[in-house]
């Protein structure tokens, strides 16, 4: 089992930055992918960004392309997501996801932690 807590959630005004973090604890070996998604109101979970664990791989949605960046420390067990300009679009909760399959479909992820909520003032 992997146990994924997010944090950094928050309110930011439009065009400013935030950066949210994912602590991965329990069996992280079975981490190969680590991804973000989002929910906004009233929407669909979608995709945002994944990293693979090991080789530090990267895939975006083209709605984040250019404004985000996913990271990872492997020694920190830490998954982080860089989001910069951000638009009163990007308003939503805020999921880290792991799973031994990655790209962007819900279902390849195992683990999910329980969101971290992003409110946008424009």
């Known amino acids: 089992q992997v146990q994924l807590v997010e944090s950094g959630g928050g309110l930011v005004q439009a065009g400013g930055s935030l950066r949210l973090s994912c602590a991965a604890s329990g069996r992280t070996s079975s981490m190969i992918h680590v991804g973000w998604f989002r929910q906004g109101p009233d929407k669909e979970r979608e995709f945002v960004a994944v990293?693979?664990?090991?080789?530090?791989?990267?895939l975006y949605a083209d709605p984040v392309k250019g404004r985000f960046t996913i990271s990872r420390d492997n020694a920190k067990n830490m998954v982080y997501l860089q989001m910069n300009n951000v638009k009163p679009e990007d308003a939503a909760v805020y999921y880290c996801?792991?799973?031994?399959?990655?790209?962007?479909?819900?279902?390849?992820?195992?683990?999910w932690g329980q969101g971290t909520k992003v409110t946008v003032s424009s």
């Open positions: 990293i693979t664990w090991s080789g530090g791989a990267t």
């Open positions: 996801a792991a799973g031994p399959r990655g790209g962007s479909a819900s279902l390849n992820y195992y683990y």
